[in-house]
């Protein structure tokens, strides 16, 4: 009797710490920070965290050139989540795109995370799987915080068929050892590189002229949120600073 109590409190205990732990990236798919990941791996780590956590949710909102899926994951307080479409409305009543101003969803901030618009910058969608990670891991108690008046629209990447151009071709001329030195083989992508869609277009260069498939149907959505704050996460070449507006004033 003693020994099936301790079991069934061992069990318990146990099935409890599960709930409570995450898999970090690291823990969940082989070689992450090593080597790049392939998009289906970067789309089944969502795919655990989603099933996995309350505080995350999924909306696929179109489909690239390839037939890869363009996805967006909504992060926030599990009553946030709730409570999305309402707190969206009041979102845009506040900047006068809506009549349906709501006193039972209080104003939230909506802060829109986009990664690797340029398909080669990759460490754009790797670094988004560990911002949803930390976002969402229940030991993080500072992320918690935030997320009580925060919605989290995460776009892990915005140019899959060029973040999947760049990864083949950087796998397939890897080796065992990394080569540092900026004129290895691994450091000079050939034409046309995986920078652009499938059309070779620049979807960065895309925001404003919408011609292409990705942006035609991102930006539908992103008129639907209007968040306060977007990110547009790039990488830089290895001596140039990040651009942060307003510019620095020219030297006379
Ligand atoms: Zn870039």
């Not at 069990?11 to 790049?36: D, R």
Request: glycine fraction near 4%; hydrophobic fraction near 35%.
């Amino acid at each position: 009797m003693t020994k099936n109590f301790y079991a069934v409190v061992l069990f318990l205990t146990a099935s409890v710490s599960a709930l409570a732990q995450l898999k970090s990236p690291s823990e969940f798919i082989p070689n992450y920070g090593k080597q790049i990941s392939y998009y289906h791996q970067v789309e089944d780590y969502f795919k655990y965290l989603t099933e996995n956590s309350a505080l995350i949710k999924k909306q696929q909102y179109g489909l690239t050139n390839e037939q890869r899926d363009l996805n967006l994951y909504f992060i926030s307080d599990a009553e946030n989540l709730k409570n999305l479409e309402q707190i969206r409305l009041n979102n845009l009543a506040s900047i006068g795109l809506s009549d349906s101003k709501s006193a039972t969803a209080q104003d939230k901030i909506i802060v829109w995370l986009s990664f690797n618009v340029h398909g080669n910058e990759f460490a754009g969608t790797e670094s988004a799987m560990t911002v949803a990670y930390e976002l969402l891991n229940p030991t993080n108690e500072e992320t918690k915080k935030w997320l009580k008046n925060t919605i989290v629209i995460l776009d892990p990447c915005i140019n899959p068929d060029g973040y999947s151009r760049y990864g083949n071709w950087l796998r397939e001329i890897s080796g065992k050892k990394n080569h540092p030195s900026l004129y290895d083989r691994e450091h000079m992508e050939e034409w046309p590189g995986g920078r652009y869609n499938h059309y070779l277009f620049d979807l960065n260069r895309d925001w404003a002229w919408q011609t292409q498939a990705e942006s035609q149907q991102r930006i539908k959505v992103y008129n639907q949120w209007m968040p306060q704050v977007h990110t547009d996460v790039h990488e830089m070449s290895y001596n140039s600073p990040y651009f942060f507006p307003p510019a620095s004033r020219a030297f006379a």
